[in-house]
């Protein structure tokens, strides 16, 4: 089992409308949830974290946690162009706070 | 306040050869993590360095290895360069001790091993 996995993409989704991104992870020591956003050739960007389970809203963006089934999703409402990235899911773990990512998931918004 | 920033941008290498890679962490940022990004892969991670010690160590060989300065800045050294070393590499400054240690990363440097 793969340690970190994302649902399948790519997804696409037409713009204005909810792109959903799941994460599950197999380390119940996972204490935080990182999501990061990234353009073609560049770096990976913070988009936000949780760490509680339930939902935790920035903006257009909401992170949801549910430890016991060890999921963690990404909302993005009314989505734009702009939003067309790969989106990387990443628990932390460990003393030195060590950042396992998944595969990513490539969302493309349609105009 | 100054965000991550690595040199070089870009790198081409042959096989066998070693290279430096580098990394100045984020104003007030005690804390350095690489890692490395395979083409259509998530970032693995190599290692951390806190005050100037590896913190934590990934599934890597040897030959990668690394410094961390007392300015936090830090290097990744890769020695006896292989094909499948060519990708991303990445690093993130964080500060130990704050609640969620946040990762921030620079902009990367593009290893291209022939």
């Known amino acids: 089992q793969k340690e970190v996995e994302q649902n399948s993409g790519p997804l696409s989704v037409p713009e204005g409308a909810i792109a959903s991104l799941n994460c599950t992870y197999s380390?119940?020591?996972?204490?935080?949830f990182f999501w990061y956003r990234q353009y073609s050739g560049k770096s990976p960007e913070l988009i936000m974290f949780?760490?509680?389970?339930g939902d935790k809203e920035d903006g257009r963006f909401t992170a949801q946690l549910n430890k016991a089934s060890q999921y963690v999703s990404l909302l993005i409402r009314d989505s734009q162009p702009s939003d067309s990235a790969t989106y990387l899911c990443?628990?932390?773990?460990?003393?030195?706070?060590?950042?396992?990512f998944g595969k990513g998931i490539t969302l493309s918004v349609r105009p | 306040e100054t965000g991550v920033t690595q040199s070089p941008t870009h790198l081409i290498k042959t096989r066998g050869q070693q290279v430096t890679l580098r990394c100045s962490s984020q104003?007030?940022?005690?804390?350095v993590s690489w890692y490395q990004q395979a083409l259509g892969q998530g970032p693995q991670f190599i290692f951390q360095?806190?005050?100037?010690?590896?913190?934590g160590r990934g599934n890597f060989p040897p030959r990668f290895s690394g410094l961390q300065f007392p300015n936090y800045s830090s290097e990744l050294n890769v020695n006896a360069l292989e094909l499948d070393d060519s990708a991303l590499y990445l690093c993130?400054?964080?500060?130990?001790?704050?609640?969620?240690?946040?990762?921030?990363f620079g902009p990367g440097t593009r290893l291209t091993v022939l």
């Open positions: 949780i760490y509680s389970n």
């Open positions: 104003s007030g940022h005690n804390t």
């Open positions: 993130a400054s964080s500060q130990k001790g704050l609640a969620f240690g946040e990762q921030f």
């Open positions: 990443a628990p932390m773990t460990g003393a030195n706070s060590k950042l396992t």
């Open positions: 380390d119940r020591g996972s204490q935080s």
């Open positions: 360095y806190y005050r100037e010690e590896e913190n």
